[in-house]
């Protein structure tokens, strides 16, 4: 079974810039979520998706905002970039039964120069 | 405000030694509890996973214990490897799929 994957590895932009982010979750999975890892810090949870509808959204600016395909991919798009949006993005994937575990892809590492 | 709290933050550890994370949350709504495991340059993975019906969950070197009268659940790494050394998270969730992650702790073990 092929797992989460996450395009591109690295994406290296210039302050004021768009982003963006695509994620192909686990065959089968209709959930998708987004987060944000800093160096050094946790998982800020960013966005979830489910069945092409944004169900959540972490507290983020609306400069970042995403959509879900009909086959339950995934895009993340940053606009406006700024140096702190230098981080690790992650995308996770789930079945949508309630509390079912997240399976994560290895991420995009975004550079802002 | 941070919804579920990990300690330590960094964690050194002998080979064949315990390796021992806590994790203490706020909201009773919570009815799941994963731990994950990650790798320098990869995302993180799911480890083990308990839920509130059950104190205790064993997986081979790992497990979780889980105290819910105090909110509270840990994971206790048995002889710890240096190929266990990662970073650690623990989550919680509520039914609607809303994971809280912890701030992780950093684990090395010592050959």
């Known amino acids: 079974e092929a797992g989460v994957t996450q395009s591109p590895t690295h994406l290296i932009k210039t302050r004021g810039q768009q982003a963006t982010l695509r994620c192909s979750p686990i065959s089968g999975h209709t959930s998708v979520y987004w987060y944000q890892q ?21 507290n983020f ?5 995403g959509r879900q395909f009909p086959n339950y991919s995934s895009e993340l798009n940053v606009n406006a970039l700024e140096l702190e949006d230098s981080a690790l993005y992650l995308c996770a994937s789930s079945l949508d039964r309630g509390n079912q575990p997240q399976h994560f892809g290895d991420g995009t590492r975004l550079s802002i120069l | 405000q941070q919804q579920v709290k990990q300690s330590p933050q960094s964690l050194i550890v002998q080979k ?6 806590n994790c203490a949350y706020e909201n009773t709504a919570f009815d799941y509890f994963p ?10 993975a799911l480890l083990i996973a308990i839920r509130p ?5 064993k997986e081979g070197r790992f497990t979780i214990s889980f105290n819910k009268s105090a909110k509270q659940f840990s994971l206790h790494i048995m002889d710890s490897q240096p190929g266990d050394s990662a970073t650690y998270f623990c989550a ?7 994971f809280y992650f912890g701030t992780g702790t950093s684990l090395t073990v010592i050959p």
């Open chain 2, 53 to 57: 019906d059950v104190s205790e969950k």
């Open chain 1, 61 to 65: 600016p609306p400069r970042f905002s």
């Open chain 1, 38 to 58: 800093a160096l050094g810090l946790g998982l800020q949870f960013l966005l979830w998706y489910d069945e092409g509808e944004e169900r959540n959204r972490g």
């Open chain 2, 35 to 44: 731990w994950y495991q990650q790798f320098p340059g990869k995302g993180p």
């Open chain 2, 92 to 98: 919680a969730s509520t039914t609607g799929n809303q």
């Open chain 2, 16 to 21: 064949g030694g315990i390796s021992i994370i």
